[in-house]
Each structure stands twice: as structure tokens, then as C-alpha cells.
């Protein structure tokens, strides 16, 4: 498969995703993986969903690994709600396993100087490298209305 269809497929994946990993979910009170489960579960996705964290065996209520490399199956879409300093090494894994696109909420990229602007320039060539569709960094996300995919 050329990258370019690779990258078609992701947006695809992305935009209507049949399985998603939220990699930081968490029960605390206004946390991006935490909302981002919400949202899911609140406008009626009904795919695969796992969250994932190292601590927890269930998080809002949904189902958590302590990896990326322990989630069944292919991924179409990885929500990233971790901290800048984690997002390059948490795209790597989601490539690793396979997984079609990502949704990266950190800032301090291209808004946090010439350091987070080199951050910026590896993720994207790092996604690009394996046709990978990526979303952010520092977005608000996507929402497929039809599916209840709010990622």
C-alpha cells in the first residue's frame, strides 16, 4: 500500500472509527481522557473503546489496559491526553500496534518556542513516515455526529 492510501485510510479511521484506544484516560475531574470517554460513551459510540492506563483495570466505567501493546486488535483511532513531554513516544507505540490515526491534545509545540516547534516537526514526520492521519497537536478534537465518535 503506497503512503498515500495509507493516509486515506486514516482519515477515514479517524473520522469514523470502528475502535479507539484513549491512551492518559483517568477518573480525575476535568481531565482530557477522562472527558474524551465521556463523550464517547454520552453521544452513543458504540465500537470498540478501551481506555488506557497503567493503574487501572476500569476508568468512567470502561474497560483499561495498562498499554497500548495489551489492547485486542487493530486501532483506528489513539486519543493522546498526555503531557507534550509523552505524545512522541506514545505515537511511536500507537504505530507499533498498527494503529490508523491519533487525536494529540498536548500544546507546547508550535506555541511553546523553537524547542516545541522541533517537537512538532518530528511528530509530523514521524506520522507521515507511516501514513499515519494525526489530528493536533493542541486541537479540540474530532465529532462525527451520526456515529457518536466525539473524540
Given at each position: 500500500?503506497?503512503?498515500?492510501?495509507?493516509?486515506?485510510?486514516?482519515?477515514?479511521?479517524?473520522?469514523?472509527?470502528?475502535?479507539?484506544?484513549?491512551?492518559?484516560?483517568?477518573?480525575?475531574?476535568?481531565?482530557?481522557?477522562?472527558?474524551?470517554?465521556?463523550?464517547?460513551?454520552?453521544?452513543?459510540?458504540?465500537?470498540?473503546?478501551?481506555?488506557?492506563?497503567?493503574?487501572?483495570?476500569?476508568?468512567?466505567?470502561?474497560?483499561?489496559v495498562?498499554s497500548?501493546d495489551?489492547?485486542?486488535?487493530?486501532?483506528?483511532?489513539?486519543?493522546?491526553?498526555?503531557?507534550?513531554?509523552?505524545?512522541?513516544?506514545?505515537?511511536?507505540?500507537?504505530?507499533?500496534?498498527?494503529?490508523?490515526?491519533?487525536?494529540?491534545f498536548?500544546?507546547?509545540?508550535?506555541?511553546?518556542?523553537?524547542e516545541?516547534?522541533?517537537?512538532?516537526?518530528?511528530?509530523?514526520?514521524?506520522?507521515?513516515?507511516?501514513?499515519?492521519?494525526?489530528?493536533?497537536?493542541?486541537?479540540?478534537?474530532?465529532?462525527?455526529?451520526?456515529?457518536?465518535?466525539?473524540?
Amino acid at each position: 500500500m503506497r503512503a498515500g492510501d495509507r493516509m486515506r485510510s486514516g482519515i477515514e479511521a479517524l473520522l469514523d472509527p470502528r475502535s479507539v484506544a484513549v491512551v492518559g484516560a483517568s477518573d480525575r475531574e476535568g481531565s482530557f481522557g477522562g472527558e474524551c470517554l465521556d463523550n464517547l460513551r454520552t453521544h452513543g459510540y458504540r465500537h470498540d473503546l478501551v481506555a488506557v492506563h497503567p493503574r487501572h483495570a476500569e476508568v468512567r466505567g470502561v474497560e483499561c489496559v495498562g498499554s497500548l501493546d495489551a489492547c485486542r486488535g487493530p486501532l483506528d483511532a489513539v486519543v493522546l491526553a498526555v503531557g507534550a513531554g509523552r505524545v512522541l513516544d506514545t505515537l511511536k507505540q500507537a504505530i507499533a500496534v498498527e494503529a490508523r490515526s491519533a487525536i494529540v491534545f498536548a500544546s507546547g509545540f508550535g506555541d511553546g518556542g523553537a524547542e516545541g516547534k522541533a517537537q512538532e516537526a518530528e511528530l509530523t514526520r514521524i506520522a507521515n513516515n507511516a501514513g499515519m492521519a494525526v489530528v493536533g497537536p493542541n486541537c479540540l478534537g474530532t465529532m462525527n455526529r451520526h456515529t457518536g465518535a466525539t473524540l
